[in-house]
């Protein structure tokens, strides 16, 4: 018997160890599930380096990823309060078996987000794609936590005299990609200012918020940041250790990932600056 513990994660298999998560107890879920796309983690797009890539991405058959999503979104229902949401990031690849999951299980509908970033990887034969579908959905409509003003109050404007608080709401959302220039790094992950937008419009300090496909540790790691408990799971043993590194020294980035020789403390500071809290 695994005995799951918040603030903590764990070199598991999500759907084998949400299975030790109390009923009703995540207050909201944050995922970026694995593409099922032949993902090329070692591939240089996004100008990065080979070498700084951190090997072991575990990808799902395209065949199997119905079946894969409902096995860890029935886990992720369950473990979910009626207060809670639960945030699913997507390419279109894989989105009709993403939606047909959240409809069979019952998950409520809340948002289609797009978030749009500033660059694909070029293509010859097709359109570029530059956005990634996100699903914000809830097991309870009425009870779901939404804090309106979280992050603008509602006479905020900008230069232009637009009201910053609907711009902010949105459901396209313009954040860049983080490259991470000279650190090593997980093939793909969120950045910190979409994680950020999250939490703050639907989570409260001291929340638990989980990460069933933790990877490089960012939901957790922003998480943390921002007063909320954590709990994450990451099947690749190195993805794990890199991010058990990341939130036990409280490091945001890695110069070096066998030494561990950036200095923590200006790393958080970086962090903080981030998302311009603290």
């Not at 994660?9 to 694995?34: A, R």
């Not at 983690?41 to 894969?68: M, T």
């Not at 987000?113 to 359109?127: D, E, L, P, S």
Request: hydrophobic fraction near 40%.
């Amino acid at each position: 018997m695994i005995k799951i513990e918040i603030d903590n994660i764990y070199n598991l298999d999500c759907i084998e160890g949400m299975k030790f998560i109390p009923d009703s107890f995540v207050d909201l879920i944050i995922t970026d599930p694995p593409f099922a796309i032949d993902f090329k983690a070692k591939k240089e797009n996004y100008n990065r380096k080979s070498e700084r890539v951190i090997e072991g991405y575990n990808e799902i058959p395209k065949q199997l990823y119905y079946d894969f999503t409902i096995q860890w979104m029935s886990q992720a229902f369950r473990v979910l309060k009626e207060t809670g949401s639960m945030f699913v990031f997507s390419g279109w690849n894989n989105l009709k078996d993403i939606l047909n999951a959240i409809d069979a299980l019952g998950f409520i509908t809340v948002n289609h987000i797009i978030w749009k970033y500033q660059f694909g990887v070029v293509t010859k034969r097709k359109f570029v794609t530059s956005h990634y579908h996100c699903l914000y959905v809830c097991k309870n409509e009425k009870k779901r936590k939404f804090f309106p003003y979280a992050r603008f109050t509602p006479d905020a404007k900008d230069n232009d005299g637009t009201s910053l608080h609907y711009k902010d709401k949105e459901d396209v959302w313009f954040i860049k990609r983080e490259y991470w220039a000279g650190s090593v790094k997980t093939p793909t992950k969120l950045p910190a200012e979409l994680i950020t937008k999250i939490l703050l419009y639907t989570s409260e300090k001291g929340d638990i918020v989980l990460d069933p496909f933790l990877g490089s540790g960012q939901v957790a790691l922003v998480a943390k940041s921002l007063e909320r408990h954590y709990i994450g799971f990451e099947i690749v043993k190195e993805y794990y250790e890199f991010a058990a590194k990341r939130l036990n020294e409280n490091n945001y980035k890695i110069k070096d990932f066998k030494n561990f020789e950036e200095d923590n403390s200006k790393s958080m500071i970086n962090l903080f600056k981030l998302l311009d809290v603290g």
